[in-house]
C-alpha cells in the first residue's frame, strides 16, 4: 500500500513537479502534500548517519492537538454565549451547532488565506511549505471575537504571516509571534470589531462587559472580587469559561489540559509557562500592597484571579511557549516569562486604555527575547574566560 | 587525578553490540591507507600501482609537513590507487602477500622510553608512519611536530553508540601501552592527561606510571576528546593541545619495543547489520568484507566509526586509520502512511512525541533514513540538552551561518569538533546537521588564520 502510494507520488512528481516540468514552481506545494500523505523517505548524506523519528510536521501537529480542547470549548462557548444573550433555552447541540456556525468560517479563511501566502513565499522564494503555518492560523482564529468580520480575519492573517514571518525569512526566522502579529493588527486597525462590550457575543446590539472591562470600571476603593460577583462572575465560571471573551481563550480548564499535553509530550517549555505565572502572581501580591480606599478596585483583587482572566492562560501556554520568538537559552526562558507576566498584570491595572496586557506583554518581551539571551551568552563567554585563565 | 561525571546527553542503546567473542584476520588479503582519514593531510603518492612494498615502507607524504608520511601496514604489491572528485586521492590499496616483510627501524629498551630526546621520538615517529596518530585541538587535525602543546591527551574512554571496550582493544597490551605512554611524556612539557571510563578495564587505564589518571562517567558525549578537554585542561584562543587513541599508543609503545611497523588492530563488529557482531583481532586498514563473513551488505550502510561520528565506506571499504569500530545498519528510505501522525509504539525517540518514550527502553533499530523533512530551527532548546560542552550550541550556529568568525571563536568553536554535535543533530525535528555547520565553520577559521 505504502509502496503503491510511493509509486504514484513519484509518477505524478515526474510528470508535473520535476525539473523541466510545467508545474515545477509549484513543487513545494506538491512536496507539502506529498510528505503529509507519506514520510519524506529521504536518508542521512553523512554522520550522524542515523536520525530521531521526530520531524517539526510532528511537533507542530501535536501543537494543534494541544489545542484541541480550546477550539471544542471555543465552539461550545460561543454558541453558549449566543444563547445566553438570546434567552433561548440552553442546550448542548444547540450551543455547538451555533458555534460551528460561527467559528468555522473564521477558521476556513484563516487557513486559506494565511495558507495561500505561505504557499506563494514558499514557491517564490524555493523553500518548503512550513507546518508552522497550522499552529499560526488556529492560534490566531482563536484569539478573535467570535463576531469578527470575515475580511477583517483575511487581511490581519495576510498582515501577520507576511509582515510578521515572511520578510524575515519564515519560520524559525520571525522576530514576533506572527499570530500575535496577525491580531495586533487586527486590534489596532479595528478596534470598533476587537475590543469593546459589544463584541464577544456573536449578536447584533448586545453587549457585556468582559470580566476584565468590569474591573478596569469598577470604582475605586471597592472589592475588586465583589464587582465580578455583582456582574455575575464567580470564580468557577470564569475558570471553566463559560463567559464572553475571545473564541479560544476563555477557558482556562482547557488551556490546562493543552498544557499537560505539551509538557508531557515535552513540546512547549515549561520553563516560560512557569516564568509567566509567577511573574502575574509576584506582580498580583506587590499591586495588593497599593490596595486602599482611594487606590483602583483592581489594587485589591487576589493575584489568582489575573490566571484565569481574559487571554492569560491561553497566551503564557500557546503564545508565549513559540521557542522562534521566544528566548533560546534556559535562564533566558525563565527571565522572559516571568516579565511577560509582571507586564500582563501592569497593563491591565495601571494602563486604562487597554482593559487586556497579554498580547502586548507577549509582543513586548518577543522584541526583548534577543537582549535578554545577549547577557545570557555573555555571561557564558566571560565564565569559559575565567575557567582557561585560572586553569 | 581527576572523576568527571556528566549528566547531559543520551547513550543510545543500538541492537548490534558487539558481544564477547574475538576472531583472528590476521593475514588479510588487502588492506588501504585512506587519506580521507587524516584531516589537514596534503596527500602525495610516493609509490606506483604495481610497486612492491614492505611492511612500513612509505606509502603516501605529505606536501606540508616535512618528513610526514603513510606507511604500508603490511608487505605485499601496490594493487590500486582510487581517486574521486578533483583527483582527490581516496585510498591506496595493497595486496598482502601475508610475509610480513618489514623495514627496520632502532628498538629501544622499556626502561630507556622515557628518557629519549623529543627531537629524536618525533623523527622515529614521523618515519614509521606513526605521526598521524597524533591529533591537535583545535581543528583535529594532524598535530604539526614543530608545535609546543600544552598538554596531551589519551582517548580511553568511548561513549559512542556500540563503542568498543577497552578491555578488549588493550587485552594483553599493558606493557605497549605503558610504553607508549612513556614515549608521550617525553614531547610536551605539560602533563599527559589518561582519560578512561571510571571502572574502565585494564586496570593500567587507571593506574600508569608518569601520567595523570582521570575517569569519566555518564553517557554519550561524555567520552568525546572535546569533552575531556574541556574538563580537565580547557583551551583558549592560541592553545594547543595533543590527543591521541588508546589503540595508537599501544601501537606507539609497540614500535619502540620491537623496532618494527605495529600492524595488529583490534576492532569492534557492530551494527544490526552484521551477520556476526564481535571483536577481530587484525590488521590496520583491513578490508571489512574480510572481516566479516557471511554478512549481506545490499541495503546496508557500512560505516567506519560510529553511526554518530563515523565515516560511509560501502561494503568494499576499510577500517579507518583512528577507528575501533565498524557499524552496519540497515539504509532507510521506507516512505510510511502518515507517519506525522502514527503513535509508534516502536520509534525510536529522544523526544517524548512517540507512545516509545512512555514504554521500557528497549535496544533500539535505527536505519538510516532521516524521518523528515529539513526546515529552520523552530525547537532551539532540544541542542543544549545534548551537549556535555559549556557552550551555547544554538548561539554557536547562528554565528557560523552568519559568517561570524569573531563571535564563533568568543562562544567557543574552537573547543569542539563536529561529533561533539551529533547528538543534537540526532535530535533535532528540523533535521539541521549542526555538527556539520560547526566544522565548516572551524574549515573557515583554519583557512584564514
Known sequence: ?391 | MGSYTFTKGKDIKLKGAAGDEVSDVLSPRIVAIQPPDFRGLKPRLAVAEGDSVKMGTPVITDKEIDGLCLVSPVSGKVKAINRGLKRALLSVVIENDGKNTAESFPSHAPDKLAKLKKAETIQALLKAGLWPAFRQRPFSKIASPKDEPKSIFVHAVNTEPLAADMAKILDGKEKFFQAGLDVLTGLTAGKVHVCAKSGAKPEILTNAKGVECHTFSGPHPAGNVSTLIQAVDPINKGDIVWYVEAQEVARIGRFFLEGTYPQQVVVALTGEGCAKTGYARTVQGAAIKELLPGTQFEGKRCITGSVLAGREIGADGFIGFYDTQISVVPEGGHRELLGWLMPGAKKYTLSHTYLSAFLPEQEASLDTDENGGHRAIVLNDTYDKYTTLDIVTYFLLKAVIAGDIDEAERLGILECDAEDFALCSFACPSKVNVGAIIRRGLDVIEKEG
Open chain 1, 1 to 391: 500500500m505504502n509502496k503503491l502510494l510511493a509509486e504514484q507520488s513519484k509518477k505524478i512528481e515526474e510528470k508535473f513537479f520535476a525539473k523541466g516540468k510545467p508545474l515545477e514552481k509549484l513543487y513545494p506545494l506538491f512536496d507539502a502534500m506529498d510528505t503529509f500523505l507519506l514520510t519524506p523517505g529521504k536518508t542521512t548524506k553523512s554522520a550522524p548517519h542515523v536520525r530521531d523519528s521526530v520531524d517539526i510536521k510532528r511537533v507542530m501537529i501535536f501543537v494543534v492537538i494541544a489545542l484541541i480542547p480550546c477550539i471544542l470549548m471555543g465552539i461550545y462557548n460561543v454558541g453558549h454565549q449566543v444563547q445566553a444573550a438570546k434567552a433561548m433555552e440552553p442546550s448542548l447541540l444547540g450551543a455547538v451547532g451555533i458555534g460551528l456556525w460561527k467559528v468555522l468560517p473564521i477558521i476556513i479563511v484563516t487557513y486559506a488565506v494565511g495558507g495561500l501566502w505561505e504557499v506563494l513565499f514558499a514557491v517564490v522564494r524555493k523553500h518548503e511549505v512550513n507546518e508552522g503555518f497550522l499552529v499560526t492560523g488556529i492560534l490566531f482564529a482563536l484569539t478573535l471575537p467570535p463576531s469578527i468580520p470575515l475580511w477583517i480575519v483575511a487581511v490581519s492573517i495576510s498582515f501577520g504571516v507576511v509582515i510578521g514571518k515572511e520578510i524575515f525569512g519564515g519560520t524559525g526566522y520571525n522576530v514576533l509571534n506572527p499570530a500575535l502579529t496577525a491580531r495586533a493588527f487586527a486590534f489596532f486597525a479595528y478596534p470598533a470589531q476587537m475590543s469593546g462590550d459589544a463584541v464577544w457575543a456573536a449578536v447584533d446590539g448586545f453587549s457585556q462587559a468582559t470580566p476584565l472591562a468590569v474591573l478596569s470600571q469598577a470604582d475605586r476603593g471597592s472589592s475588586a472580587v465583589d464587582a465580578l460577583a455583582a456582574a455575575g462572575y464567580t470564580f468557577q465560571d470564569v475558570a471553566m469559561g463559560f463567559i464572553p471573551g475571545s473564541i479560544g481563550e476563555t477557558s482556562t480548564v482547557a488551556c490546562l489540559l493543552g498544557l499537560a499535553f505539551l509538557l508531557v509530550t515535552r513540546v512547549a517549555s515549561w520553563r516560560i509557562v512557569a516564568g509567566c505565572w509567577i511573574g502575574v502572581v509576584a506582580m498580583g501580591l506587590v499591586l495588593n500592597m497599593f490596595k486602599g480606599p482611594e487606590a483602583l478596585a483592581y489594587m485589591n483583587l487576589p493575584p489568582h484571579w489575573h490566571l484565569i482572566m481574559g487571554g492569560f492562560a491561553f497566551g503564557s501556554i500557546f503564545m508565549a511557549t513559540d521557542p522562534v520568538s521566544s528566548s533560546a537559552t534556559n535562564t533566558g526562558r525563565w527571565i522572559y516569562g516571568v516579565l511577560i507576566g509582571m507586564l500582563v498584570v501592569l497593563i491591565r491595572v495601571v494602563n486604562p486604555a487597554y482593559p487586556e496586557g497579554v498580547m502586548l506583554a507577549i509582543l513586548f518581551m518577543n522584541v526583548f527575547a534577543p537582549l535578554i539571551d545577549h547577557f545570557v551568552v555573555e555571561a557564558n563567554v566571560k565564565r569559559r574566560l575565567a575557567r582557561v585563565q585560572q586553569a
